[in-house]
């Protein structure tokens, strides 16, 4: 099945730095969502985007949709060590039974 | 609030015998959603479920069988262990209506090991 594009796998950042992320997909989304995931648990949604062009803030973390609906965005700022883990995107087009298509995440390590 | 829950949390089985993992939630989600995750996989959809009584398959369902008899329940069984089965398996639910009814929300995940 589809797959959406985040790159790289891996990013190591220094504590305090900023951090951006992306995910790219062949078809438009009418719904993104980030995701983290802690070593050991579940994905946690960080933040959901409903509109092409919208920015929404959560804390630190910032994420937007693309204006193609193509992609999606997620920044984190003054990055701290609890910032480790895997960050995913997922899109859907919404509807009934409606599912979402993940991207594969971003390893996040973060050095004190 | 307990949200969703999964048990077993970790499962070490042997090739051929059954397994059940339970999945409970407690916000009267309609749909519920099993997934696998494997490194270089991502998450992978398995079955999921629209209502009580109401499944369908997902990406990857073979060697999986799940029912729901009651909203806030959605077990599934491997019915015949494979050494391939060996996954963190999550369960997920969602809303039906509403603006939000396309966010996921996850379990925290039973690690099954097949010998």
């Known amino acids: 099945g589809q797959q959406l594009n985040q790159s790289p796998q891996s990013m190591f950042i220094q504590e305090g730095e900023d951090v951006s992320m992306n995910c790219t997909s062949s078809s438009i989304f009418n719904t993104w969502l980030w995701y983290k995931q802690d070593p050991g648990e579940g994905p946690v949604l960080l933040i959901a985007l409903y509109k092409a062009g919208e920015l929404t803030s959560n804390g630190r973390l910032t994420a937007q949709f693309g204006i193609t609906r193509k992609d999606s965005f997620l920044n984190i700022s003054a990055s701290i060590p609890s910032d480790v883990g895997i960050y995913f995107c997922?899109?859907?087009?919404?509807?009934?039974?409606?599912?979402?298509?993940f991207g594969k995440g971003i390893t996040l390590s973060v050095r004190p | 609030d307990a949200g969703i829950t999964q048990s077993p949390r970790y499962k070490i089985t042997e090739t051929g015998r059954q397994v059940t993992l339970m999945c409970h939630q407690t916000w009267s989600h309609s749909y519920m959603f099993w997934y696998r995750q494997d490194l270089g996989h991502g998450l992978r959809l398995i079955y999921y479920?629209?209502?009580?009584?109401?499944?369908d398959k997902g990406e990857v369902p073979d060697g999986y069988v799940v029912s729901r008899s009651k909203t806030e329940n959605f077990p599934l069984t491997l019915e015949s262990a494979t050494r391939s089965q060996t996954s963190v398996y999550f369960c997920?639910?969602?809303?039906?209506?509403?603006?939000?009814?396309?966010?996921?929300?996850f379990g925290p995940g039973t690690r099954l090991t097949v010998l």
């Open positions: 997922a899109g859907t087009l919404g509807g009934a039974n409606s599912k979402l298509t």
């Open positions: 479920s629209a209502a009580a009584d109401i499944t």
């Open positions: 997920a639910s969602r809303e039906s209506g509403g603006r939000s009814y396309n966010e996921q929300f």
